[in-house]
């Protein structure tokens, strides 16, 4: 009756502790990767739930921004990462998404990934430079078609959230317009602010504490009623842009391979994050709406992963829309 023994002696020596694993994860600081640069809105949203989630799991999350191609390297860092729970990809619908069409990718969005909880979506809002003329919705239309060869409109990126608005705004709005890509939407926003660009169709959580603070001005919201973080700002549809609707949700991955122990171990540091009070309070005030307890499941993400991928794919690649 030697072959227990040996089994143990074998696991051992192969380093195999899926019993010692399981319990002792996180066993170091786990990264999280922003693959945008600092001050943008998934840089954001990556510091509110940074310290709650330290609480939880007993272990600093250090969020890490690794930028460049409109997220497909901070993405990519990921999928190649360890698969021990220990980097995690935070991101949303451009990365997760749009990419995939636009981008030749050196992995997977659904194969080399594994969900771990959607956290929250919001829609954009369109926000220009103090500076320009118009004082509503429908005076910035008319403004925007008569200096339509003048514009600069600013983007995270080749397929950004702000790059697929823009297009959108540009579509509906039948002007042509001259894109400005930067390596995120912080460093966009500063040039608003400068006055460098003259618009930004652009998050709300990220545009919202400068047009509270008076520095850009916000015309419309991209959804059918108004937020209730922006109750100043109209919609779309009152503002008279009927229909122009978007909205970036936002999500957490890890590599493929990763244990499903360690997946719920984050999923339930993610969820525990977003019932605090702080947490909530904090990301209402930017304009995200938290997705709702029984969306945030790694099942519930992968099927609105899937669901997104299939929806939007067909539609991006009709129109074109390549790296430049």
């Known amino acids: 009756m030697r072959t227990l023994p040996i089994v143990f002696a074998l696991v051992a020596a192969l380093g195999i502790h899926p019993v010692a ?29 940074a310290d709650p989630m330290r609480r939880t799991l007993g272990q600093t999350v250090v969020v890490d921004n690794t930028t460049g191609a409109a997220g497909t390297i901070g993405v990519g860092r990921v999928a190649r990462a360890a698969p021990d729970g220990h980097t995690v990809s935070i991101g949303h619908w451009s990365t997760h998404v749009v990419n995939g069409a636009i981008y030749s990718l050196q992995y997977d969005l659904l194969n080399d990934l594994e969900p ?24 910035l239309l008319a403004w925007v ?5 003048k514009l600069l409109v600013g983007t995270s990126g080749v397929g950004s959230g702000t790059h697929m608005s823009g297009v959108y705004f540009q579509n509906v709005t039948g002007t042509k317009l001259t894109f400005v890509p930067y390596r995120g939407t912080g460093p966009a926003m500063q040039e608003l602010l400068a006055g460098r660009l003259d618009l930004i169709v652009d998050q ?16 419309a919201v991209t959804a059918k009623t108004r937020s209730p973080a922006a109750a100043d700002v109209p919609s779309v549809d009152e503002a008279g842009l009927a229909g122009f609707h978007m909205s970036i949700w936002y999500g957490t991955w890890v590599p493929r391979g990763t244990p499903k122990g360690t997946i719920a171990k984050l999923n339930s540091a993610i969820v525990e994050s977003l019932a605090d009070s702080v947490v909530r309070q904090r990301l209402g005030e ?39």
């Open 286 to 324: 930017l304009g995200l709406e938290i997705t709702p307890r029984d969306q945030q499941t790694p099942e519930a993400l992968r099927a609105h992963h899937k669901a997104e991928i299939e929806k939007w794919w067909p539609m991006i690649k009709a129109a074109g829309i390549k790296v430049e």
């Open 145 to 149: 078609k008569t200096n339509q060869d």
């Open 204 to 219: 709300l959580s990220n545009s919202l504490p400068q047009v509270r603070g008076g520095r850009i001005r916000a015309y």
């Open 21 to 49: 694993s399981a319990q002792t994860y996180p066993s170091r600081p786990i990264t999280m990767v922003v693959p945008f640069a600092a001050g943008g809105p998934v840089d954001t949203v990556a510091r509110i739930l």
């Open 116 to 139: 771990v909880a959607m956290i929250a979506s919001n829609p954009m809002v369109i926000v220009t430079k103090n500076a320009a003329p118009a004082k509503d919705l429908s005076e």
